[in-house]
C-alpha cells in the first residue's frame, strides 16, 4: 500500500494529461486513440461535462470514472484490477491538486482509509475508519513513507485514548487512556529484543511508573 503512492500519483497525472488532450486540446498526439476510449457525459440542462468514463489500459472494459465539473476534475474513481468494486477514490481540490486518495483496505469495494501526501510525494498521513462506517476515528502519521506514529479512538467517544509509536517497523510502544481523562495512564514499551514492560500513570501527572516496581 505503502510503496504503491507514488505510482499511483504517476498513475493519476497520466490520466488527467490523457484526458485533457482527448477532450479539450485539439494537437496532442494520441488524441485520437485517447477519444475513443473515452465516454463522456454532459448534463442535459446546461451542457456541462459530468462524467468521463474511461478504458486506460484499452481493453475494451471501463476502469476509470472522472467526475467532472465542467473542466474541472472532482473525483476520480478507479478500479484497477476490472473486478467491478472501485478499489481507489482521488479527490482533488479547487487547485487540480490530488487532496487525498481513497482506499479499501479489506479491497473488497469499501471505501476505509485516506491518504495524504506530503509535497515531495511521500505519505504524510493515512486516515482510518476501523469501523469502516466513513468516520475516521485513527491516524496514521508516516516519515519517508515509514509509519512513526498513530493515535485512535477506539471506544467512539470522539477522544483520542490509544497511542502508538514506532522505531523502524517495530512497534516501539503503545500507551492507553483508560481512566478518560484524555492522556494515557498506562503504556507498554516493546524493546528490539522482544521483551516488554508496562508501565502506569496512576496519577495522571505524566509519571510513568514500572508495575513490577514499588512507588
Ligand atoms: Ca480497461
Ligand atoms: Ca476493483
Ligand atoms: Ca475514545
Known sequence: M???SNNFLTRTATILSVLSCALFVSTCSDNADAKKRIEPTYDKQTGKLQLLKYDS????????WSYMDGTRVLRIEIDRNEDGTIDRWEYYGTDQKLDKVGFSRENDGVEDAWSYAAPDGSIARIEVSTRRDGKVNRTEYYEKNLLARAEEDTDGDGKIDKWETYDGTRLASVAFDTAHRGTPDRRLLYGADGTARLEVDSKGDGHFV???QKQ
Open 2 to 4: 505503502v510503496g504503491q
Open 57 to 64: 489500459d484499452g481493453n475494451g472494459k471501463i476502469d476509470t
Open 210 to 212: 514500572a508495575v513490577n
